[in-house]
Every structure is written in C-alpha cells, then in structure tokens.
C-alpha cells in the first residue's frame, strides 16, 4: 500500500503536467487555465450541496437506530472529491466529478465492501435495524477499574493484583 502511495504520488503530477501541456496546444493557455478554476468552482458549489444533502442523510440514519455506512462513505467520496476538484488538472478533476456521481459512489462501496469482507477484515454485526449477520463472535460482559503505573486498585482482591492466591482451605 505505501509503494503505491509513492507511485501515485510521483505519477499523478508528472500525467497532469503532460495534460496541461496538451491541452494548452489544443485550446491554447488562458482558456486551459480558465477551465481549472472553473471546476474549481464548480466542485465547491457540488461540494456544499451534496455535502449538506449527505449529512442530512446520516443523522437519518441515525435517528432511525440504523447504521450510517452508506451514508458516511458517500460523505468521505464527496470530501475526496471536493479535494480533487480544488487540486489543479484535468485528471484530477475527472476522477473528482465521478465521485460527485452517485451511481459511481454505489458501485465503488459494493466493489470495496465485497473485497474488504472477502478478506476478512471487517465482522459485522446486527445491531437495531441493522442488516448484517452475527459472526462466530464471543462477547464477555464485565466491569474494569483502570489502575495507573503501580497503584494499587482499593477494589481488588488478591488475584487481580497479580498476586499469588494462598491455597485453598484443607490443601497443603
């Protein structure tokens, strides 16, 4: 995951800079720089909008006693994209103006939900309203006191010191 991060880090700008250099040939310099800030301001105003459109929808779900994934994850694509759009370039842009669309956003959370369940990673749960189903999953109910660096817990008895339990009665 970290090379990747690397590779697109040093890929992304180099494809944008050559972009910019077609497209300044193709429609010439001010009107390549015109159409940057335009979606600039374009993803800001998409931004706003179903941005407050996407938390009305969590507090919904909230309200509701249902979980918010959906509803947060297209929060988090509108974050990105709203990010992208600010950045300069064409490249950027287009992926940004994709994940402003929200059969774009339904498709890339059934693709990314099913691989990270393929592998294991997430337990889900189902909890009031909830859709998942319970995993092999054992849960031990039970109450803790936090004890700092070497204090001693007034509550504890000998065992949950750490200490050693003398014997039981009538055994050596």
Known sequence: MGLFILVAMIAVPIIEIAVFIQAGDLIGLWPTLA????????GTALLRRQGLAAL??????????????????????????????????????????LLFAPPFRK???GVLSRRIIAGGHVHMRGGPGGRG???????????????????KDPNATPDTQGNDLPPPAGKP
Do not use: K, W, Y
């Open 107 to 109: 498709i890339l959370l």
């Open 35 to 42: 159409t940057v800030v335009l979606t600039a301001i374009v």
């Open 133 to 151: 189903e319970a995993m092999d999953t054992t849960i031990i109910e039970g109450e803790f006191h936090e004890v700092r660096n070497g204090e």
């Open 56 to 97: 009305r929808r969590v507090q919904e779900s909230l309200e509701a006693g249902r979980p918010p994934v959906a509803e947060l994850f297209d929060g988090l694509c509108l974050l990105v994209a709203g990010a992208l759009l600010l950045t300069p370039g064409f490249v950027t842009d287009g992926f940004g103006l």
